[in-house]
């Protein structure tokens, strides 16, 4: 419609136009009318079209209106009353009103539609109003300051005219080189212009009085009129005020023609005002020329700071294109571009970027170069992700003839207006990738399909496909070598396959099959169904079958293996644990008594140490095969650990039958073992039986615990079988707190040393001292070593024991020889077989000799016979490094063993002890003491010195001098003493007068 409207605008303007400059007599009607419609044709455009800015506008109007009221007022003041009177009511009127109004409008004009500061247009619009001021100033200005005629107020008002008519050409040339090119600029700039001329001749006509009404200088005011208002009517007013990005200017070779011109003005003038002498405006040229030099510096300037950010502006975008290149994905590239955005913009600008992908659209508008858009304007889910802000930058992502997407940019003016370029750039780089990005999965898709077909066709593999009817409708070439027939395409899934755990089900699932082969055993194959039956490519069920038929006699074996002790063919731990609980659960059903026996081979390490590992491997098997004949009609067997069995009870009437068989094992487990074939050895052990049944545990769990503490009861009693008793928790529980108190005990020094002597049989003097631990309990008092020694061996806390036990020894004998020299007895300290095979037994007994000061054959070490088994050469040197010294080694307990008297040439020892078990009986057993005189006679060959302990009767003492023995220990002689008793009983024993004759 405002097209139109225009054309009407036009049509009326031109008629009015001739009638005011053809026909005097009208020509007042016809202003009228112009300015009139003018100002009509302003109103109208800012309501029609609706610019985001209407005041300058409204500007615009009222300055037109107050340019024609002040013509009116001129024209009615020479014309009508032959008021020729200067300055006048017009001149307040365009001065006061005219020029204020119009500069205003064109300044906000302008300005609106670009808010970034183009400092160039700005430089270049002050040099040419420099020029152009100049001009002014030398044939306009100056005339009338220097004209006598006029008064100061004249001057001033003269000079005004002027003076405005250069602003307005400011104004003019800051709306001409900023703004974009569109037809209502155009029109603003012709309508200023018209008027910036009209002004300057009619100053001109003005100065020589020539100037007359309906001249060629109303021809501008006209066009003045006619202009503005189509600059008001045109679409294109709309876009002067919104906001919009500004170009760098193009240096045009007639904009630098225009500055070369305006620059060059000052020296021209200068130049013509010289030939004519004398030169009139040389400090006012000079001024002009130094502000042009000035403004050509700060032009270049710009220029440079242009520069530094367009290398700025470069650097980010080379970098966000160098990240793009490496993108994998479209999430990168959006990763990529929001943080090239950020980059981009000022430190702390507040900004959100969305990146809108829709795929390669081919067509559309692909060559936009981005444009600003109000938030409120996009669609609903694109403006909530901008919310916050009123404008963003928009750039359309395209690459060849496809749209793949579009960015934007939220900000504020400013920021964006400086963003736009690099936006541009950056977008078309993230169109670029994004399309790479699509033809690599294009490219990838098309490889991985052929891939994925030359993989189906030569897997091992089956691949079936089954239709509604359960009929194979295409089948992978593998299918022929598992069912070892032709195709098994329209053969009914039924006959090729049967479930092995579960029915075959319609949704996705993993089962066990048998596939039936023509001529050849079933396979075991593993079936994965999945349903695509909506797919349109498959239009159906897939199955893939893989044969796990050598898999599953894999896992069949190790799972038996995994129950079964490889070395006797019983069930092992594991076997045993689950045997247990069926039977307890059996038994909880049934109401029938379940119940297991633990069997432990006591000392089997023993044998290992003495006939090596192939005779013990050996023992294992026989001992477990007699358990299994004397438990077959009870229940199963196992081998537990290296020495340990286990029998479980599945279903007995009472627990008397458990009882009658752990009775029956522990016969039948004593009986000698004939191993090593037909030249082997008898061996005999003593098997230990814990046996707990479901009338006293609750759960397995309970079982297995209460069978163990009967096992630890059985081993120290006899018989060596027990059954779980409520009191062996109480005692397992005491023994758990006796080994608890005693590391604490070692931690608190908190044992004393007593001392047993050890005399000379046949004269009763002390010849030497057998140290003996005593525990200083802080709740039990003193408690002997029978009741903790077995727990520190246990523990292992005997290493630090048996250590504190040969320092606190060493130091004794050192005060007793210290007391006695003469007559020093040798401290006899007992060392079990784990303190001796600790790291460094031997060096600590000579740091304690030194320590103390005592001489080592003052030393006596006593060890057992189970140390001295087997071939350890370790062993073997400790011992001859102690005796080299001059410690003294004794065998203790010697005769309680399984060892024979073999290895006593083979060792380094000095001295045997009989254990009590043979002296108790010799004055009541003749064989006993037949044996005890062989043991002392054999000593002597081997030139040993034989200790007898336990004696407490005149008659041991007797019998053991009439057999030979030479040193003795007992209660007959002493009780063992406390340290600071020794030296008394000692000064005793050596007045003593006791004379024992040996019997003939």
Not at 545 to 549: E, Q
């Given at each position: 419609m405002?097209?139109?409207l225009?054309?009407?605008?036009v049509?009326?303007?031109?008629?009015?136009?001739?009638?005011?400059?053809?026909v005097?007599?009208?020509?007042?009607?016809a202003?009228?009318?112009m300015v009139?419609?003018?100002v009509?044709?302003?109103?109208?455009?800012?309501r029609r079209?609706r610019?985001?800015?209407?005041?300058?506008?409204?500007?615009?109007?009222?300055g037109?209106f107050a340019?024609?009221?002040?013509s009116?007022?001129?024209v009615?003041q020479?014309?009508?009353l032959?008021?020729?009177s200067?300055p006048?009511?017009?001149?307040?009127v365009?001065?006061?009103?005219?020029?204020p109004?119009?500069?205003?409008?064109?300044?906000?004009?302008?300005?609106t539609g670009?808010p970034s500061?183009?400092?160039?247009s700005?430089?270049?619009?002050l040099?040419?109003?420099?020029?152009?001021?100049?001009?002014?100033?030398?044939?306009?200005?100056n005339?009338?300051?220097?004209?006598?005629?006029?008064?100061v107020?004249?001057?001033?008002?003269?000079?005004?005219?002027?003076?405005?008519?250069v602003?307005?050409l400011?104004?003019?040339?800051?709306?001409?080189?900023g703004?974009?090119?569109?037809?209502?600029v155009l029109?603003?700039?012709?309508?200023g212009?018209?008027?910036l001329?009209?002004?300057?001749a009619?100053s001109?006509?003005?100065?020589?009085?020539q100037w007359?009404?309906?001249?060629?200088?109303d021809v501008?005011?006209?066009?003045?009129f006619m202009?503005?208002?189509?600059a008001?009517?045109?679409?294109?007013?709309?876009?002067?005020?919104?906001?919009?990005?500004?170009?760098?200017?193009?240096?045009?070779?007639?904009?630098?023609a225009?500055?070369?011109?305006?620059?060059l003005?000052?020296?021209?003038?200068?130049?013509?005002?010289?030939?004519?002498n004398?030169?009139h405006n040389?400090?006012?040229?000079?001024?002009?020329?130094?502000?042009l030099?000035?403004?050509?510096?700060g032009?270049?300037?710009?220029?440079?700071?242009?520069l530094r950010r367009?290398?700025v502006?470069?650097?980010?975008l080379?970098?966000?294109?160098?990240?793009l290149?490496?993108?994998?994905?479209?999430?990168e590239?959006?990763?990529?571009?929001?943080?090239?955005?950020?980059a981009?913009?000022?430190?702390?600008?507040?900004?959100r970027?969305v990146?809108?992908l829709?795929g390669?659209?081919?067509g559309?508008d692909?060559?936009?170069?981005?444009?600003?858009?109000?938030?409120t304007?996009?669609?609903?889910?694109?403006?909530?992700?901008?919310d916050?802000?009123?404008?963003?930058?928009?750039?359309?992502?395209?690459?060849?003839?496809?749209?793949?997407?579009d960015?934007y940019?939220?900000?504020?003016?400013?920021?964006?207006?400086?963003l736009?370029?690099?936006a541009?750039?950056?977008a078309?780089?993230?169109?670029?990738?994004?399309?790479?990005?699509?033809?690599n999965?294009?490219?990838n898709?098309?490889?991985?399909?052929?891939?994925?077909?030359?993989?189906?066709?030569?897997?091992?593999?089956?691949?079936?496909?089954?239709?509604?009817?359960?009929?194979?409708?295409y089948a992978s070439?593998?299918?022929?070598?598992?069912?070892r027939?032709?195709s098994?395409?329209?053969?009914?899934?039924?006959?090729?396959?049967?479930?092995?755990?579960?029915?075959?089900?319609?949704?996705?699932?993993?089962?066990?099959?048998?596939?039936?082969r023509a001529g050849?055993e079933?396979?075991?194959?593993?079936?994965t169904?999945?349903?695509l039956?909506?797919?349109p490519?498959?239009a159906?069920r897939v199955l893939t079958?893989?044969?796990?038929?050598e898999?599953r006699?894999?896992?069949?074996e190790?799972?038996?293996?995994?129950?079964?002790?490889p070395?006797?063919?019983?069930?092992?731990?594991l076997?045993?644990?689950?045997?247990?609980?069926?039977?307890?659960?059996?038994?909880?059903m049934?109401g029938r008594?379940?119940?297991?026996?633990?069997?432990n081979?006591?000392?089997?390490?023993t044998v290992?140490?003495?006939m090596?590992h192939?005779?013990?491997?050996?023992?294992?098997?026989e001992?477990?095969?007699?358990?299994?004949?004397a438990?077959?009609?009870?229940?199963?067997?196992a081998?537990l650990?290296?020495?340990?069995?286990?029998v479980?009870?599945?279903?007995?009437?009472?627990v008397?039958?458990i009882?009658a068989?752990?009775?029956?094992?522990?016969?039948?487990?004593?009986?000698?073992f004939l191993?090593?074939?037909?030249a082997?050895?008898?061996?005999?052990?003593?098997p230990?039986?814990g046996?707990a049944?479901?009338?006293?545990a609750g759960?397995?769990?309970?079982?297995?615990?209460?069978?163990?503490?009967a096992?630890?009861s059985?081993?120290?009693?006899?018989p060596?079988?027990?059954?779980?008793e409520?009191?062996?928790?109480?005692?397992m529980?005491?023994?758990?707190?006796?080994r608890?108190?005693?590391g604490?005990?070692i931690?608190?020094?908190?044992?004393?040393?007593?001392f047993?002597p050890i005399?000379?049989?046949?004269?009763g003097?002390?010849?030497g001292l057998?140290?003996?631990?005593?525990?200083?309990?802080?709740?039990?008092?003193?408690?002997?070593?029978?009741e903790f020694?077995?727990?520190a061996?246990e523990?292992?806390?005997?290493?630090p024991?048996?250590d504190?036990?040969?320092?606190?020894?060493?130091?004794?004998?050192a005060?007793f020889?210290?007391?006695?020299?003469e007559q020093?007895?040798?401290m006899?300290?007992?060392?079990s077989?784990?303190?001796?095979?600790?790291?460094?037994f031997?060096?600590r007994?000579?740091?304690?000799?030194?320590?103390?000061?005592?001489?080592?054959?003052l030393?006596?070490?006593?060890?057992?016979?189970?140390l001295l088994?087997?071939?350890?050469?370790?062993?073997?040197?400790?011992?001859?490094t102690l005796?080299a010294?001059?410690?003294?080694?004794s065998i203790?307990?010697?005769g309680?063993?399984?060892s024979?008297?073999?290895?006593?040439?083979?060792?380094?020892?000095?001295?045997?002890?009989?254990d009590k078990s043979?002296v108790?009986?010799?004055a009541?057993s003749?064989?006993?003491?037949?044996?005890v005189?062989?043991?002392?006679?054999?000593?002597?060959?081997?030139?040993?010195?034989?200790?007898?302990?336990g004696i407490?009767?005149?008659q041991?003492?007797?019998?053991?001098?009439?057999g030979?023995c030479a040193?003795?220990q007992?209660?007959?002689?002493?009780r063992?003493?406390?340290?600071?008793?020794?030296?008394?009983y000692?000064?005793?024993?050596?007045h003593?007068?006791?004379?024992?004759?040996?019997?003939?």
């Open positions: 405002t097209r139109h225009s054309w009407w605008y049509a009326v303007g031109l008629v009015l136009s001739a009638i005011y400059l053809t005097p007599e009208a020509a007042g009607g202003f009228a009318g009139v419609t003018t009509a044709a302003i109103l109208y455009g800012v079209l610019p985001r800015r209407r005041l300058p506008w409204w500007l615009l109007a009222a037109t340019f024609s009221v002040g009116v007022i001129a009615v020479t014309e009508m032959k008021d020729e200067f006048s009511l017009a001149d307040a365009s001065l006061g009103l005219t020029f109004l119009l500069l205003a409008a064109m300044l906000a004009l302008s300005r670009a500061r183009d400092r160039a700005m430089i270049d619009s040099i040419l109003t420099a020029g152009a001021g100049f001009l002014a100033w030398v044939y306009l200005i005339p009338y300051l220097t004209s006598p005629d006029l008064t107020l004249q001057k001033a008002v003269s000079v005004a005219y002027p003076l405005g008519d602003l307005l400011a104004i003019l040339v800051r709306l001409a080189l703004a974009q090119r569109r037809w209502s029109f603003l700039v012709t309508s212009g018209a008027l001329v009209s002004d300057i009619f001109l006509e003005r100065l020589n009085g007359s009404m309906g001249g060629p200088i501008g005011w006209v066009i003045f202009a503005g208002g189509l008001a009517l045109h679409p294109s007013m709309v876009a002067l005020t919104e906001p919009r990005v500004v170009m760098q200017p193009t240096e045009f070779r007639a904009r630098r225009v500055l070369t011109v305006a620059s003005i000052a020296p021209t003038v200068l130049f013509v005002e010289a030939l004519r004398p030169v040389g400090v006012l040229i000079a001024v002009v020329s130094a502000v030099i000035l403004l050509s510096l032009r270049m300037s710009v220029v440079a700071a242009g367009t290398v502006r470069e650097r980010e080379r970098l966000a294109c160098e990240t290149l490496g993108a994998a994905d479209v999430d590239v959006e990763r990529v571009v929001r943080g090239a955005v950020s981009l913009l000022r430190p702390g600008t507040p900004h970027t990146l809108i829709h390669g659209r081919p559309g692909t060559t936009g170069d981005g444009d600003l858009r109000y938030v304007t996009l669609p609903p889910g694109l403006a909530g992700q901008l916050g802000f009123e404008l963003a930058l928009h750039c359309p992502l395209a690459v060849g003839g496809a749209r793949v997407g960015l940019v939220g900000a504020g003016e400013l920021e964006l207006v400086w736009h370029e690099a541009r750039v950056l078309g780089q993230a169109a670029s990738m994004i399309d790479r990005i699509a033809l999965r294009e490219i898709k098309r490889d991985s399909e052929a891939y994925f077909r030359t993989l189906v066709l030569n897997a091992t593999d089956v691949i079936l496909i089954v239709d509604g009817d359960d009929r194979v409708g070439p593998s299918a022929q070598w598992l069912f027939s032709g098994v395409v329209g053969s009914a899934l039924e006959d090729l396959i049967e479930p092995l755990s579960s029915p075959l089900a319609p949704e996705e699932t993993t089962a066990l099959y048998l596939a039936h050849h079933p396979a075991e194959v593993e079936v169904i999945r349903d039956r909506d797919e490519t498959v159906g079958l893989r044969d796990v038929t898999r006699r894999l896992e069949r190790l799972l038996e293996r995994a129950y079964r002790d070395l006797t063919g019983l069930g092992n731990r076997r045993f644990q689950d045997a247990a609980q069926a039977a307890v659960t059996s038994s909880g049934t008594t379940a119940g297991i026996l633990l069997v081979i006591d000392d089997f390490r290992n140490d003495t090596g192939e005779i013990g491997d050996e023992l294992l098997n001992f477990g095969r007699r358990l299994v004949t438990a077959a009609a009870y229940g199963t067997v081998r650990g290296a020495d340990e069995f286990g479980v009870v599945t279903s007995v009437g009472d008397s039958e009882e068989l752990a009775v029956h094992i522990l016969t039948v487990g004593t009986e000698p191993l090593g074939g037909s082997g050895s008898i061996v005999s052990i003593q230990s039986i046996v049944t479901t009338a006293d759960d397995v769990h309970d079982l297995l615990t209460q069978a163990d503490v096992l630890g059985a081993k120290r009693g006899t060596r079988w027990r059954r779980y409520e009191s062996m928790h109480a005692r529980l005491q023994r758990m707190q006796l608890a108190d005693l604490q005990a931690t608190d020094d908190a044992f004393v040393l007593h047993q005399v000379d049989l046949a004269t003097h002390t010849r057998e140290a003996l631990v005593r525990w200083q309990h802080p709740a039990r008092g003193l408690v002997p070593p029978l020694i077995e727990i061996e523990s292992g806390l005997i290493v024991l048996g504190w036990v040969l320092r606190h020894a060493v130091d004794a004998a005060k020889r210290a007391a006695v020299p020093a007895p040798y006899s300290v007992n060392v077989v784990r303190q001796f095979r600790s790291a460094g031997v060096s007994v000579f740091a304690e000799l030194a320590r103390a000061g005592l001489p080592a054959e030393l006596t070490i006593e060890i057992t016979e189970s088994l087997g071939d350890d050469e370790q062993i073997h040197a400790g011992l001859q005796r010294a001059g410690v003294k080694v203790d307990d010697f309680t063993g399984y024979s008297l073999s290895y006593l040439h083979r060792v380094d020892v000095d001295t045997l002890k009989l043979f108790d009986t010799i009541t003749p064989q006993q003491y037949d044996l005189r062989g043991i002392i006679q054999l000593a002597a060959t081997l030139q040993l010195d034989v200790v007898a302990e407490e009767t005149d041991h003492r007797e019998l053991l001098i009439d030979g040193y003795g007992g209660y007959l002689f002493a063992p003493l406390p340290e600071d008793a020794v030296l008394g000692m000064a005793g024993s050596e003593s007068d006791t004379q024992v004759t040996p019997a003939a």
